[in-house]
Nanobody, 114 residues
Framework: QVQLVESGGGLVQAGGSLRLSCAAS????????MGWYRQAPGKQRELVAV??????TYADSVKGRFTISRDYAKNTVYLQMNSLKSEDTAVYYC?????????WGQGTQVTVSS
């Protein structure tokens, strides 16, 4: 069984930065698709960033501010968030597509104060 555990969320001021981490219990392969999603109050869950085999895709709202990366040795995926805005406030979820099954973390709260 694969488990994902997010960490790094918290309260920051607008313009600040946070780095989210997602540790996986099993091996992360380069071809596996991993991503970060978020859900704000009253909003549907949306894709923030996704990566697979070195390629990355970002939501337009975070392009130029967020960076997704992976450390295969540590089975960990990161989301570096810079220039945070109040609209980035949400619960952030880590996602892994492995062996045809979607795995999700428990979520970590990110709150950006203006």
């Amino acid at each position: 069984q694969v488990q994902l555990v997010e960490s790094g969320g918290g309260l920051v001021q607008a313009g600040g930065s946070l780095r989210l981490s997602c540790a996986a219990s099993g091996s992360i392969f380069r071809f596996n698709v991993m991503g970060w999603y978020r859900q704000a109050p009253g909003k549907q869950r949306e894709l923030v960033a996704v990566t697979s085999s070195g390629s990355t895709t970002y939501a337009d709202s975070v392009k130029g501010r967020f960076t997704i990366s992976r450390d295969y040795a540590k089975n960990t995926v990161y989301l570096q968030m810079n220039s945070l805005k109040s609209e980035d406030t949400a619960v952030y979820y880590c996602n892994l597509d492995r062996s045809g099954y979607d795995y999700w973390g428990q979520g970590t709260q990110v709150t950006v104060s203006s």
